[in-house]
């Protein structure tokens, strides 16, 4: 979602004297017009009990669809609600884009106050996508109310992910049955990134948050959780506090008790960079919505390193002579596909990378510097590009020097894609920018030197995130001795002076003219090479596999014309 427009519709609706029903800020507010762009909502609305909101139906949907508006949910998990509340809120949300999943539980009496025929009680998730699959199943309860797991599968921020809503039980032993209802999640993902939230009856107290263990935990198919809001200082616990830590197990109380019930978990190797708080959605001195808190969560997907048709594997561009462009799609493991033509004229001599999602959409997407220009290329999801925009903020300039700019990822671990640049002066960090209507930018800082002069006689190499720290690490190549050397990122600040050498080198220029990572291409956490080599008057495209120390066996997997490219990327 585009940052600019979002702030557009938060202001519009909070200006609202009708639906502006966000009440005091909290000290932790996350804004809206520049929280990170995977947006979601979990709310208890207490439909059917004594805590129920005395509004009538429409002013009650009017203002919880304001809230999603707002917030620019791309999916909303209520609990307690009820069926009549439900139908209206899907209909509400329905020419905004959304769609909706229903999961009973029980009937109630208590649904009476909403009209209708249908005293049914449960879940709703609804998300902003034209269509979802439904899930759902019951958990294994002591008690006589039906506890439903209900999840949505469907496009979040151009992602097929699996969104789940549920409210548990202390009956539930030992843990109010999280473990059954992930086990379920996990089935249903199947791999794909998941956003499991609702309320979990479970939270800060020390007898409480043990039952959260097996969501932080995960399972294989979906790897560990993370809290939005874990990170939250202003609510950490004093032991937290004095231990100096980033992440506790705290975050803002969501009921009027000063409890944590409700909770948003998002699975770590999707998702990062998370944020949260909650808040009573009507203003001070008036009747609560309900009697727990609403939860905006927000987080930054992780992207598949490297992929650029939408399949979770790493793609290779490559520059002819000819001033084409080409993709190799990959199939797997290192292997690529045939060449498919996504550039007819204009490349010749351009420089072309591919790390980060530049535009705000959830795709990653293409930078190339072609001439003096620097240019970013929407990815439109299966390889192909948009309309090119220029870099914002300096788009020219980039051949100054011999610079050589490369998109390569979050190297300060701010959560967006940054450029790294060598020149004959060094290597420079370009710290980069929330995208404003879909459009590049720069963080308004100027560049950081991060490399000295000894980078211009250095290949940049780029395998993403080697140390699992959330910050891009940087591979450099002697150009004149062919050495590896890995260069563990220290954010913002300068390198290391004393990189360590990776084995299975020397890759020297002579043999191996071009050579590009796409970070972990076989899924074995290890980042992996592609190089050409010389093969008598020709060149053919290897792979070099990942090992703990640096490089193994290559493997050739395309024979002969590689000596016609000009660039990799």
Request: net charge negative; proline share 7%; charged share 20%.
């Amino acid at each position: 979602m585009r940052l600019l427009q979002r702030a557009m519709v938060a202001f519009a609706l909070l200006a609202s004297a009708v639906l502006a029903t966000v009440g005091p800020a909290a000290a932790d507010t996350v804004d809206p017009a520049s929280a990170p762009p995977t947006r979601v909502i979990s709310y208890n609305v207490c439909g059917a009990s004594s805590c129920q909101s005395q509004l009538d139906l429409a002013t009650w949907t009017a203002k919880v669809k304001a809230q999603a508006l707002a917030w620019d949910a791309d999916a909303l998990m209520l609990q307690e609600l009820c069926f009549t509340q439900w139908t209206s809120l899907r209909d509400a949300l329905a020419d905004a884009g959304y769609t909706a999943v229903w999961g009973f539980a029980t009937k109630t009496g208590g649904c009476g106050h909403w009209g209708g025929t249908d005293n049914g009680f449960g879940l709703g998730v609804f998300v902003k996508a034209p269509a979802v699959d439904r899930y759902t199943a019951n958990l294994t309860t002591p008690g006589p109310e039906p506890r439903p797991v209900l999840c949505a599968r469907g496009p979040v921020d151009g992602r097929t992910t699996l969104v789940c809503n549920v409210h548990l039980d202390q009956k539930i032993t030992p843990d109010n049955g999280s473990a059954e209802a992930l086990a379920h999640a996990d089935t249903w993902a199947a791999g794909l990134p998941v956003i499991f939230g609702g309320d979990f009856n479970a939270g800060t107290e020390p007898a409480y948050d043990p039952m959260l263990d097996p969501v932080r935990q995960g399972l294989p198919g979906t790897g560990p959780f993370i809290e939005a809001d874990e990170n939250d200082q202003d609510f950490f616990t004093p032991a937290c506090r004095d231990a100096g830590v980033t992440a506790c197990h705290s975050g803002e109380p969501t009921v009027a008790s000063g409890k944590k019930f409700d909770h948003v978990f998002l699975n770590t190797r999707d998702f990062h960079a998370v944020r949260a708080d909650a808040l009573e959605p009507e203003p001070e001195g008036t009747a609560p919505l309900s009697d727990h808190k609403l939860l905006r969560a927000a987080a930054y997907p992780t992207l598949p390193p490297g992929d650029l048709t939408g399949d979770g594997k790493a793609d290779l561009l490559a520059v002819k002579d000819d001033g084409s462009l080409r993709l190799y799609a990959g199939t797997g493991g290192g292997a690529l596909a045939g060449m498919r033509q996504i550039g007819a004229s204009g490349w010749a001599g351009a420089a072309v990378s591919h790390r980060g999602d530049w535009t705000g959409d959830g795709r990653e997407d293409v930078l190339a510097r072609i001439g003096d220009d620097l240019w970013v290329y929407p990815n439109t999801g299966n390889g192909e590009l948009g309309t090119r925009v220029a870099m914002g903020g300096r788009p020219t300039g980039w051949s100054n020097g011999g610079a050589l700019p490369l998109a390569a990822g979050d190297v300060d671990g701010d959560g967006l894609p940054d450029v790294l640049a060598r020149s004959t002066t060094g290597l420079w960090l370009h710290r980069g920018g929330p995208a404003v209507d879909g459009k590049p930018t720069f963080a308004p800082r100027a560049a950081v030197k991060i490399g000295g002069p000894e980078w211009a006689g250095y290949d940049v190499v780029l395998p993403g995130d080697v140390t699992g720290d959330g910050r891009a690490d940087v591979w450099s190549r002697d150009r004149a001795t062919g050495e590896i050397k890995r260069h563990v990122s220290q954010g913002a600040a300068l390198l290391a002076a004393d990189p360590a050498p990776l084995t299975g080198g020397p890759l020297t220029v002579a043999d191996r003219r071009l050579a590009v990572s796409a970070g972990d291409v076989t899924g074995d956490g290890l980042p992996d090479l592609w190089t050409t080599r010389t093969a008598g008057t020709a060149e053919n495209l290897e792979f070099l596999p990942g090992t703990a120390t640096g490089l193994g066996t290559p493997a050739t997997i395309g024979t002969g014309g590689w000596q016609w490219l000009t660039a990799l990327g």
